[in-house]
């Protein structure tokens, strides 16, 4: 017979103690561990009731922005797509007719933009690549819902609200602030900067 190792055990059938056999040390071992972690603190939190609090980059469900004016500033560029992981972004770009201005800040706009949050890893990915700063992860959470067709995200639930603006800035660290301010980076430039 071919052996695999040459470690062997001798195997001891020792006859059981008579508290062996009544189980009590074991017994007593067991409440000794769960005493132990009974007046322990808990280390699990009564959610949703309770909630920890988050870290300050988070990243939770996106947001869509608006310009100080109320305009969508994402111009469907199509970047964000190309850069997600998760292949969970589409859209459906559009030119902007005579009279939108006040509604879409570039000549072309998403007619139509979703994102899949089965698929979304929310690594943030898009939110780097978009050169318009349209597109930014906040940290709100995607709840929970039976349907899969309800964790597609249009512009209904992504495009903020304009009188409901959502502060992006809690989630930008200092570091990130400070990087933002380097004009002669073209992803900071905005389209004043450019013009
Ligand atoms: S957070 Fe990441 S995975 Fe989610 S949509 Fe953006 S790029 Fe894709
Ligand atoms: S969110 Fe930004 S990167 Fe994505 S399509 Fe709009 S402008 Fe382009």
Redesign the pocket.
């Known amino acids: 017979m071919q052996s695999l190792t040459n470690r062997s055990r001798v195997v001891v059938r020792k006859e059981m103690t008579f508290a062996e056999k009544i189980y009590i040390p074991a017994i007593l071992a067991g409440l000794r561990i769960t005493l132990k972690h009974f007046f322990k603190k808990s280390v699990t939190v009564r959610y949703p009731e309770e909630k920890r609090p988050f870290s300050a980059v988070y990243r939770g469900q996106h947001v ?1 922005k608006r310009d100080e004016y109320g305009a969508e ?9 190309v850069a997600c992981p998760a292949e969970a ?1 589409t ?1 459906v770009a559009a030119e902007r007719e005579p009279g939108e201005e006040k509604l879409y800040r570039e000549e072309k706009y ?1 007619a139509i ?1 979703e994102i899949n949050m089965l698929r979304c890893i929310f690594c943030g990915l ?1 939110e780097d ?4 700063e ?2 930014f992860l906040t940290d709100r959470l995607v709840p929970a819902f039976n349907e899969r067709g309800d964790f597609i995200y249009g512009k209904d639930k992504l495009v903020e609200p304009v009188d409901a603006r959502i502060d992006i800035s809690k989630r930008q660290t200092d570091a990130v602030k400070e990087f933002k301010t380097h004009k002669e980076l073209r992803h900071n430039r905005l389209k004043e900067d450019l013009d």
């Open positions: 869509l500033c994402c111009t469907a560029c199509g970047l964000c797509a972004i859209m998403a933009y898009c690549a978009c050169p318009k349209a597109i």
